[in-house]
């Protein structure tokens, strides 16, 4: 019995050596074992369940043609809540079927009522051009699935908008192209039976919000056109995935969480890199500039792009067919660069069987890739998470994660990419030199026997909801009812966009009052995508989203593409364009800024004596102001580059704490080391906020100071990468105790004595992680332990 997607890739090579001895050959490399912990995730056997008796027949034979022969119970229960008419979120594992269960009632529907159409969203390009192939390998007479998104040619867009009733697209294109263009959608829309939102779980912070009200506009049109449709999601496994859901579609959702699929055992490995000589370089032969991992000059452990890699060559080299993410574009483009290298080393030619696979790649390359995946030309594959979600890939023999993911959701759906047709699979986590990755290395109780984490969205921040309000405005003038519609806030924000001159209030509605439409970015980047272009060609090699375009390309920075590295010549903001050069330089360059924060306001406080716990608005200005050159074989910094780029200005939500000056002191922290510690504390506390909220450490910021001027006392900041803020320190104040606590472990618990990646140093800091104090950062966290509540 099969139920996961009909477009599943073929499994390629015979199968390689069982997980377990896999595992212990790879531990075997080295003189030390760097494995601290390995699970075993017990094989399940599925629990079947009758076809639903509306299903009808060509639909079932369809899909038994595709190796379906029943469905599983948790299909089956959301099949029949979602054709009952109740909007349904199924929240199950990876490759247990859920495209099945909003499969089945859709396309029953399409078939019995030749009039209905279905709306398919997912949040990537891959995802969808891979349920468009699992739709259009059933075959089924008069459903006519349509990708309509970017990548859709000018001259198939009018007969996809009239004659397809399966219309697969995402959160982006309908924002942008389908509710803008709503008259010319009318007919498809009016006619509109069910809405699918696919691994609505990665529908988080700014941009979860987004979208959001993306589907509040969407209903809002659907009611228009006299349409009601049900909203059917499929999530991972999740936290309350029914609130979520709800928060997501503004609509009453049911849950179904209980995984009746058979699963393939795993063993589950995590892996340590192993501590260096002192004096040693973690990242060489790993050009430094590529990791998007680390900025500090000493690495106390083997870079953990750089174990990958070799981990990689050896499951290929053993004929394991392996799936490695990478959290960094630049890091996957290392990863298989150092692999194909090894392997060629090894056997010629062995090397062009593993590639590189990240967003900003050029739609030829991705398709060239996910070709290449499907047809088993590639044994080995190095990708960001745009593989997560994307291409079905199961049936791989292992899956190598380089980092903690941000959440343990991430971290299942990645390690669930591998089981080839129910058989026993290896995942292994590989640890950054980082506080959370050490922690969880060594507390594996932080993954395996914990739930994962809930979604974590805002829909009433007013950075999100104005501007929606807005383009909802320009879709049809906004009534009363529509500000029930879109919720907590509306009304505020109709306020505030009528004084600011955007809506015009008149007896009938809220009235758009400018010829074009405002420019809304979903997925909160910072700006629109800034091209990377070849100057002596013109050539596009890809792009890099605003929000990171200072740090990445700025003028003299390397930037790689498809293993080749180019020096960025200039970037021109203006123009969103940044010309580069072709060059292999014998150095890295590592952007930094410098940070200003001011409270705004303060929603809520817990007054512990001489401690103070916050949580307000702030105002965050940045600016990246130079960079350094440093050599890659030994991390020496050559020099040190001024930048004159534009500063930024955030207003977001942050969590602070304060201290007493005689409460540290009292510590046995002096003054003249109160700003190390406050500073390595901070490092330490942005690095574990992940294990807490639904995020990583690049989604959130963080300042210490040993005098703030509104606080008037020795303050740590950590706040929200994004405008209005993205909930993560609401989740960081809710659950203060527990995460300082955990930070406080981390930083006790690591081996090292000053301080080091995997404790206090950070990847990111504008200051060159100077000054910390890890033992002053301990004292600093106990006097905060010992007087905030639980």
Known sequence: MESSSAATVSAGPGPGPAPADLLRRLRARGAADPVTHVERVPARAGVPAPWPSWAPAELRAAFTRRGVVAPWQHQAE??????????????TGTASGKSLAYQLPALATVL????????????????????????????????RPACYDGDTPRTEREWIRRHSRFVLTNPD??????????????????????????????????????VAHVLRRLRRQCARFGATPVFVLASATSGDPATAAGRLTGLPVTAVTEDASPRGGVTFALWEPPLLPPGSSASSPVPPQATGEHDELHQVRRSALRETADLLADTVAEGVRTLAFVRSRKGAEVVAANARRALDDAVPGLGDRVAAYRG???????????????????????????????VDLIGLDAVLICGYPGTRASLWQQAGRAGRSGQEALAVLVARDDPLDTYLVHHPEAIFGAPVEATVLDPANPYVLAPQLACAAVEAPLTPADLVLFGEGAKEAVDELVAAGALRQRPTGWYWR????????????????????????????????????????????????????????????????????????DWSTHAR????????????????????????????????????????????????????????????????????????????????????????????????????????????????????????????????????????????????AAWLRATRDAIAECG?????????????????????????AIRVLDVVLANLPD
């Open 112 to 143: 019995a009522d030749p009039r209905a159409t279905v709306l398919y969203l997912a949040p990537t390009k891959a995802l969808a051009a891979d349920q468009l192939r699992a739709v259009a390998a059933l075959e089924l007479e008069g459903v």
């Open 593 to 736: 800024d410098v940070t200003d924060l001011s409270v705004v306001s303060v929603r809520s406080y817990v007054d512990a004596g001489p401690v103070g716990m916050f949580l307000g608005e702030v105002d965050v200005t940045s600016q990246v102001v130079s960079y350094q050159r440093r050599r890659i074989a030994t991390g020496e910094v050559i020099d040190t580059r001024p930048l004159d780029l534009p500063s930024r200005e955030l207003r977001t939500v942050a969590v602070w704490f304060t201290l007493s000056p005689q409460s540290l002191a009292l510590a046995g922290v002096q003054p003249a080391d109160v700003p190390g510690a406050l500073h390595a504390a901070e490092h330490a506390a942005i690095g574990l906020l992940p294990l807490m909220a639904t995020c990583d450490r690049w989604d959130i910021g963080g300042l210490s100071t040993a005098l703030h001027p509104d606080t008037e006392a020795p303050t740590v900041f950590v706040y929200d990468g994004h405008p209005g803020g993205a909930g993560f320190a609401e989740r960081a104040y809710g659950t203060a």
């Open 173 to 210: 294109m309908l924002h942008h192209g389908i509710l803008p263009g709503h008259a010319q959608w009318s007919g498809f829309l009016r006619r509109l039976a069910y809405v699918v939102i696919d691994e609505c779980h990665t529908y988080r912070g700014v941009f979860g919000s987004h």
């Open 514 to 585: 400018h010829r074009e439409r405002p420019e809304v970015d979903l997925r909160g980047e910072g700006g629109a995508p800034v091209a990377v272009v070849e100057s002596s060609t013109g050539r596009l090699l890809g792009t890099v989203d605003g929000g990171s375009s200072h740090f990445l390309l700025h003028s003299g920075a390397v930037y790689l593409h498809q293993g080749v590295s180019y020096v960025v010549d200039q970037l021109d903001l203006a123009d969103g364009c940044a010309l580069v050069r072709a060059e292999e330089p």
């Open 752 to 776: 090292c004595e000053t301080g080091c990646p995997s404790c206090v140093q950070s990847p990111k800091c504008g200051n060159g992680n100077n000054p910390l104090s890890k033992p002053d």
């Open 78 to 91: 959301a099949a029949n809540l979602a054709y009952e008419g109740q909007h349904v979120v199924v929240a």
């Open 360 to 390: 900003g790649y050029l739609r030829e390359e991705r398709r060239e890739l996910e070709r290449a995946l499907l047809h088993g030309d590639l044994l080995g594959l190095a990708s960001t998470n745009a593989l997560e979600l994307g």
